[in-house]
């Protein structure tokens, strides 16, 4: 049986006249990739704030490896690991400095700790770039750090909100490909994106979140075969029998083959229309 790592239930938090989270209950397993999708401005940055002790819920709760979890939970704050869509490094410290100043905020030192920034630096493939100021870096170079910073006192959970924010595609698929070696490694992780292409190459289960609110939570499949599709295709020039073996391919429902109205030209260059609704 899977064990929880994360629950958060009937969570709501208002700003304002603004209501960023309106009741949003969801569960995490050990071990997966979680995604979270949702456009920009859905209320995913709230939830993880609330979910990695940053901010206080107006109601709700949040429990952590089954155990209360709120922002004065001070006792379980070591076990998660935060990449925030801001960048927490700083330009002005090397590298190298940024994973020790990270490491010993959670009360590394040591041996242990050089020894697990050496370790990190390679992960992120930073190591001959180990002692220049991150301010000279490229926008991926401090995304991967990032990334780094969030793990260095190896966590046992790994909130991510949109961590390719403005990178280059290489390092967009080292960030992929490091977050799949963590995964792999035990790290359960959530991957929070506006992008559907990122959850479903990282993730298991999505959970999709609007104006909010909780709009879905399955595994791709299951949130696929939820989508309501019509592909309507207009073609000119078609064979007699072009119409039966249209209808011959699986999934065709109606094939229909008409003569091109003269007087409406527009008709015959009409392309494909996607229509999607969960």
Avoid at 89 to 114: Q, S
Avoid at 154 to 169: H, N, R, S, W
């Amino acid at each position: 049986m899977s064990e929880a790592v994360l629950e958060v239930t009937d969570l709501r938090k208002q700003y304002g006249e603004t209501v960023a989270l309106n009741g949003v209950s969801l569960t995490v397993q050990r071990g997966e990739v979680f995604g979270l999708l949702g456009p920009n401005g859905a209320g995913k940055t709230t939830l993880l704030s609330i979910a990695a002790g940053l901010t206080r819920a107006d109601s709700g709760s949040v429990k952590l490896f089954g155990e209360p979890f709120t922002r004065d939970t001070r006792s379980l704050r070591h076990l998660v690991g935060i990449g925030t869509q801001d960048l927490s490094i700083y330009p002005d410290l090397t590298a190298r400095e940024n994973l020790r100043f990270f490491g010993k905020l959670y009360g590394m030192g040591g041996k242990a700790l050089e020894s697990r920034v050496d370790e990190m630096l390679g992960a992120v493939g930073l190591t001959d770039r180990a002692n220049d100021r991150t301010g000279t870096f490229s926008g991926g170079m401090k995304r991967r750090l990032n990334l780094a910073v969030a793990v260095v006192h190896a966590p046992k959970l790994l909130i991510l909100d949109e961590p390719t924010t403005g990178v280059d595609p290489q390092s967009r698929n080292h960030i992929f490909e490091r977050v799949k070696a963590l995964n792999a490694a035990g790290l359960t992780v959530i991957y929070t994106s506006h992008y559907m292409e990122e959850v479903q190459a990282l993730c298991k289960r999505i959970a999709v979140i609007d104006n909010g609110a909780l709009r879905a939570c399955d595994t791709l499949p299951n949130l696929l075969k939820r989508l309501d599709t019509t592909v309507r295709v207009t073609v000119s020039g078609a064979s007699a029998d072009f119409s039966q073996r249209l209808q011959a391919i699986p999934g065709v429902k109606r094939a229909v083959r008409a003569e091109p109205n003269p007087l409406t030209p527009s008709l015959r260059r009409k392309g494909e229309q996607n229509h999607r609704r969960f």
